[in-house]
Protein backbone atom coordinates (compact mmCIF):
# COMPACT_ATOMS: atom_id res chain seq x y z
CA UNK A 1 0.00 0.00 0.00
CA UNK A 2 0.79 3.70 -1.04
CA UNK A 3 1.86 5.74 2.45
CA UNK A 4 3.76 8.41 4.05
CA UNK A 5 4.15 8.40 7.33
CA UNK A 6 5.67 11.35 9.24
CA UNK A 7 7.65 11.58 13.02
CA UNK A 8 6.77 13.22 15.40
CA UNK A 9 3.50 14.17 14.93
CA UNK A 10 4.21 17.45 16.61
CA UNK A 11 6.97 19.07 18.15
CA UNK A 12 7.75 22.31 20.59
CA UNK A 13 11.60 23.64 20.48
CA UNK A 14 12.95 27.20 21.37
CA UNK A 15 13.44 29.64 18.99
CA UNK A 16 17.30 29.68 17.79
CA UNK A 17 17.19 25.90 18.47
CA UNK A 18 17.61 23.06 15.56
CA UNK A 19 15.16 20.29 14.70
CA UNK A 20 14.57 17.34 12.30
CA UNK A 21 11.33 15.71 10.96
CA UNK A 22 11.06 12.57 9.26
CA UNK A 23 9.63 10.65 6.41
CA UNK A 24 9.21 7.22 5.75
CA UNK A 25 7.53 5.86 2.92
CA UNK A 26 6.20 3.11 0.86
CA UNK A 27 4.95 4.95 -2.20
CA UNK A 28 6.11 2.89 -5.18
CA UNK A 29 7.27 3.83 -7.92
CA UNK A 30 8.42 6.38 -6.51
CA UNK A 31 9.12 9.86 -8.96
CA UNK A 32 10.11 12.52 -6.24
CA UNK A 33 9.53 13.68 -2.90
CA UNK A 34 8.67 16.76 -1.72
CA UNK A 35 8.27 19.16 1.81
CA UNK A 36 5.87 21.57 2.33
CA UNK A 37 4.95 23.98 4.77
CA UNK A 38 1.53 24.72 5.66
CA UNK A 39 0.71 27.48 7.64
CA UNK A 40 -2.39 27.63 9.97
CA UNK A 41 -5.75 27.80 7.85
CA UNK A 42 -4.10 28.09 4.66
CA UNK A 43 -2.71 25.90 1.76
CA UNK A 44 0.76 24.07 1.92
CA UNK A 45 3.84 25.75 0.05
CA UNK A 46 6.58 23.54 -1.18
CA UNK A 47 9.73 23.90 0.32
CA UNK A 48 11.99 21.52 -1.45
CA UNK A 49 11.88 18.61 -3.88
CA UNK A 50 14.34 15.39 -4.27
CA UNK A 51 13.99 13.20 -6.94
CA UNK A 52 15.69 9.75 -6.58
CA UNK A 53 19.74 10.41 -7.15
CA UNK A 54 19.41 13.42 -5.23
CA UNK A 55 20.64 12.92 -1.65
CA UNK A 56 21.10 16.09 0.19
CA UNK A 57 18.83 20.18 -0.92
CA UNK A 58 18.83 23.05 1.04
CA UNK A 59 16.75 25.88 0.69
CA UNK A 60 17.88 28.70 3.23
CA UNK A 61 17.36 27.31 6.70
CA UNK A 62 16.00 24.19 5.36
CA UNK A 63 17.87 21.22 4.51
CA UNK A 64 16.39 18.22 3.08
CA UNK A 65 17.67 14.99 2.79
CA UNK A 66 16.45 11.59 0.73
CA UNK A 67 18.02 7.98 0.95
CA UNK A 68 15.86 5.96 -1.81
CA UNK A 69 17.09 2.95 -1.01
CA UNK A 70 15.58 3.18 2.80
CA UNK A 71 13.01 5.13 1.60
CA UNK A 72 13.08 7.95 4.23
CA UNK A 73 13.60 11.64 4.19
CA UNK A 74 14.43 14.03 6.80
CA UNK A 75 13.93 17.55 6.77
CA UNK A 76 16.64 19.79 8.91
CA UNK A 77 15.37 23.24 10.37
CA UNK A 78 18.76 25.11 11.33
CA UNK A 79 18.49 28.21 14.21
CA UNK A 80 14.72 28.08 14.26
CA UNK A 81 12.63 31.24 13.87
CA UNK A 82 9.05 32.03 14.89
CA UNK A 83 7.78 31.86 11.64
CA UNK A 84 8.76 28.49 11.22
CA UNK A 85 6.07 27.44 13.49
CA UNK A 86 3.21 25.56 10.68
CA UNK A 87 3.09 22.20 9.52
CA UNK A 88 5.73 20.52 7.14
CA UNK A 89 4.08 17.60 4.91
CA UNK A 90 6.30 15.24 3.04
CA UNK A 91 4.30 14.28 -0.23
CA UNK A 92 5.56 11.31 -2.28
CA UNK A 93 4.59 11.57 -5.95
CA UNK A 94 4.25 7.91 -7.94
CA UNK A 95 5.99 7.46 -11.43
CA UNK A 96 2.41 6.57 -12.96
CA UNK A 97 1.01 7.47 -16.01
CA UNK A 98 -1.64 9.87 -14.00
CA UNK A 99 0.31 12.34 -11.10
CA UNK A 100 -0.65 11.16 -8.19
CA UNK A 101 0.58 12.45 -5.14
CA UNK A 102 0.43 10.45 -1.51
CA UNK A 103 0.51 12.77 1.59
CA UNK A 104 2.25 12.37 4.96
CA UNK A 105 -0.06 13.45 7.79
CA UNK A 106 2.08 15.88 8.68
CA UNK A 107 4.57 17.03 11.40
CA UNK A 108 3.05 20.07 13.37
CA UNK A 109 6.22 22.30 14.58
CA UNK A 110 5.89 25.30 17.49
CA UNK A 111 8.75 27.39 17.74
CA UNK A 112 8.59 28.85 21.27
CA UNK A 113 10.23 31.93 21.99
CA UNK B 1 1.54 33.91 -13.81
CA UNK B 2 -0.54 31.17 -12.84
CA UNK B 3 -3.20 31.54 -9.99
CA UNK B 4 -5.42 29.80 -8.09
CA UNK B 5 -8.74 31.01 -6.76
CA UNK B 6 -10.29 29.04 -4.25
CA UNK B 7 -14.39 30.09 -2.09
CA UNK B 8 -15.52 30.83 0.06
CA UNK B 9 -12.71 30.99 2.61
CA UNK B 10 -14.96 29.95 5.33
CA UNK B 11 -18.34 28.23 5.36
CA UNK B 12 -20.71 27.44 7.70
CA UNK B 13 -24.01 24.92 7.23
CA UNK B 14 -26.53 23.27 8.39
CA UNK B 15 -26.81 19.45 8.16
CA UNK B 16 -28.53 17.91 5.29
CA UNK B 17 -27.88 21.36 3.49
CA UNK B 18 -26.17 21.40 -0.04
CA UNK B 19 -22.83 22.80 -0.68
CA UNK B 20 -20.73 24.07 -3.36
CA UNK B 21 -17.22 25.04 -3.58
CA UNK B 22 -15.41 26.04 -6.53
CA UNK B 23 -12.26 26.09 -7.75
CA UNK B 24 -10.39 28.11 -10.58
CA UNK B 25 -7.03 28.28 -12.06
CA UNK B 26 -5.87 30.91 -14.57
CA UNK B 27 -3.05 31.38 -16.78
CA UNK B 28 -2.39 27.34 -17.67
CA UNK B 29 -4.12 25.17 -19.66
CA UNK B 30 -5.81 21.59 -18.93
CA UNK B 31 -4.52 21.81 -15.73
CA UNK B 32 -4.68 18.30 -13.82
CA UNK B 33 -6.95 19.37 -10.94
CA UNK B 34 -7.09 17.92 -6.97
CA UNK B 35 -9.79 18.48 -4.44
CA UNK B 36 -8.23 17.74 -1.12
CA UNK B 37 -9.94 17.50 2.37
CA UNK B 38 -8.18 17.90 5.46
CA UNK B 39 -9.42 16.93 8.92
CA UNK B 40 -8.46 18.38 12.30
CA UNK B 41 -5.34 16.73 13.27
CA UNK B 42 -5.23 14.54 10.01
CA UNK B 43 -3.04 14.70 7.14
CA UNK B 44 -4.54 15.92 3.69
CA UNK B 45 -6.84 13.09 1.83
CA UNK B 46 -7.48 13.12 -2.01
CA UNK B 47 -10.61 13.28 -2.89
CA UNK B 48 -11.11 13.92 -6.09
CA UNK B 49 -8.56 14.59 -9.41
CA UNK B 50 -9.32 15.63 -12.79
CA UNK B 51 -6.94 14.83 -16.10
CA UNK B 52 -9.88 17.06 -18.08
CA UNK B 53 -13.01 18.68 -18.46
CA UNK B 54 -15.48 16.20 -17.94
CA UNK B 55 -13.10 13.67 -16.33
CA UNK B 56 -13.40 13.05 -12.47
CA UNK B 57 -12.00 10.64 -10.74
CA UNK B 58 -12.96 9.12 -7.00
CA UNK B 59 -10.40 8.67 -4.51
CA UNK B 60 -12.61 7.65 -1.53
CA UNK B 61 -16.25 6.56 -1.06
CA UNK B 62 -18.53 9.66 0.20
CA UNK B 63 -20.97 12.16 0.48
CA UNK B 64 -18.98 14.31 -1.90
CA UNK B 65 -19.00 14.31 -5.70
CA UNK B 66 -16.80 16.92 -7.91
CA UNK B 67 -17.25 18.25 -11.67
CA UNK B 68 -15.28 20.01 -14.19
CA UNK B 69 -17.36 21.95 -16.76
CA UNK B 70 -14.91 24.10 -17.68
CA UNK B 71 -11.00 23.14 -18.49
CA UNK B 72 -9.89 25.32 -15.49
CA UNK B 73 -12.93 25.16 -12.95
CA UNK B 74 -13.34 22.37 -10.14
CA UNK B 75 -16.60 22.22 -8.42
CA UNK B 76 -16.82 20.24 -4.81
CA UNK B 77 -20.85 19.56 -4.09
CA UNK B 78 -23.15 17.72 -1.76
CA UNK B 79 -26.69 17.20 -2.16
CA UNK B 80 -26.89 16.47 1.93
CA UNK B 81 -23.87 17.81 4.22
CA UNK B 82 -23.09 15.80 7.30
CA UNK B 83 -21.43 16.42 10.16
CA UNK B 84 -18.34 14.34 9.00
CA UNK B 85 -18.11 16.22 6.31
CA UNK B 86 -16.44 19.12 8.35
CA UNK B 87 -12.90 20.31 7.46
CA UNK B 88 -10.37 22.23 5.60
CA UNK B 89 -10.66 21.67 1.79
CA UNK B 90 -8.40 22.49 -0.41
CA UNK B 91 -8.26 22.67 -4.22
CA UNK B 92 -4.79 22.43 -5.68
CA UNK B 93 -3.47 22.13 -9.83
CA UNK B 94 -0.91 21.13 -11.32
CA UNK B 95 0.75 20.78 -14.74
CA UNK B 96 0.58 17.88 -16.59
CA UNK B 97 4.15 16.28 -16.58
CA UNK B 98 5.27 18.77 -13.67
CA UNK B 99 6.59 18.20 -10.58
CA UNK B 100 4.72 20.52 -7.84
CA UNK B 101 1.18 20.65 -7.31
CA UNK B 102 0.04 24.14 -5.96
CA UNK B 103 -2.74 24.80 -3.55
CA UNK B 104 -5.17 27.08 -3.10
CA UNK B 105 -5.57 29.19 0.20
CA UNK B 106 -8.76 26.66 1.81
CA UNK B 107 -12.11 26.89 2.64
CA UNK B 108 -12.90 25.61 6.03
CA UNK B 109 -16.19 24.11 6.43
CA UNK B 110 -18.45 23.67 9.46
CA UNK B 111 -21.11 21.44 9.83
CA UNK B 112 -23.44 22.27 12.46
Given at each position: KNQVEQSPQSLIILEGKNCTLQCNYTVSPFSNLRWYKQDTGRGPVSLTIMTFSENTKSNGRYTATLDADTKQSSLHITA??????ASYICVVKRNTGFQKLVFGTGTRLLVSP | SQTIHQWPATLVQPVGSPLSLECTVEGTSNPNLYWYRQAAGRGLQLLFYSVGIGQISSEVPQNLSAS?????QFILSSKKLLLSDSGFYLCAWAPVGGTEAFFGQGTRLTVV
Amino acid sequence: KNQVEQSPQSLIILEGKNCTLQCNYTVSPFSNLRWYKQDTGRGPVSLTIMTFSENTKSNGRYTATLDADTKQSSLHITASQLSDSASYICVVKRNTGFQKLVFGTGTRLLVSP
Amino acid sequence: SQTIHQWPATLVQPVGSPLSLECTVEGTSNPNLYWYRQAAGRGLQLLFYSVGIGQISSEVPQNLSASRPQDRQFILSSKKLLLSDSGFYLCAWAPVGGTEAFFGQGTRLTVV
